[in-house]
């Protein structure tokens, strides 16, 4: 009888023994699970993960150029530029042309970006916490080591 999760199945059960072994399969399925966890921390707030990723870039005691935030993130700017454009509707960020560069727009959170970054931060710490439950801290360590190691420093593509 096999076990393997098919999609849409709830989190918590165990992939067969022969999907257990195969790197993306467990990539694929272990993002799965943080970001159900990650989203149902933040769905209280009104955000999505890749928006409190936004307001905690640019929760910053200066405003910030669009470009230097688009940057930090490792997002295009036209990518930026939607983001933000979306969380200035929601009135969490405002956005004004920068003082010493009237071609630059800088952003900045306003008392409600503040209240709903602190908010979600603490969330989505709670939420990495249970995520992260089933190891010890320093294998948790040890896990964020290695997908550091991983991120900052990818291998060649064979080829």
């Given at each position: ?78 990518t930026m530029v939607a983001l ?12 004004r042309q920068a003082p010493d ?14 209240d709903t970054v602190r908010q ?40």
């Amino acid at each position: 009888m096999s076990t393997q999760i098919p999609d849409g199945e709830p989190p918590g059960t165990r992939p067969s023994t022969e999907m257990a072994g195969h790197l993306g399969y467990l990539l694929k399925h272990v993002h799965l699970r943080f970001f159900e966890l990650g989203a149902a921390a933040l769905a209280p707030f009104g955000i999505s993960g890749r928006e409190a990723a936004v307001l905690r870039a640019i929760n910053d005691p200066r405003p910030l150029a669009q470009g230097e935030i688009a940057r930090r993130m490792g997002i295009d700017r036209t990518t930026m530029v939607a983001l933000i454009d979306d969380l200035q509707g929601r009135g969490l960020v405002q956005r004004r042309q920068a003082p010493d560069d009237r071609r630059k727009n800088v952003v900045e959170l306003t008392e409600a970006g503040r209240d709903t970054v602190r908010q979600a931060t603490r969330a989505g710490d709670q939420a990495e916490r249970a995520f992260l439950s089933p190891l010890s801290a320093s294998e948790a360590e040890q896990f964020r080591k290695a997908l550091r190691a991983l991120l900052c420093d990818p291998p060649a593509v064979p080829g």
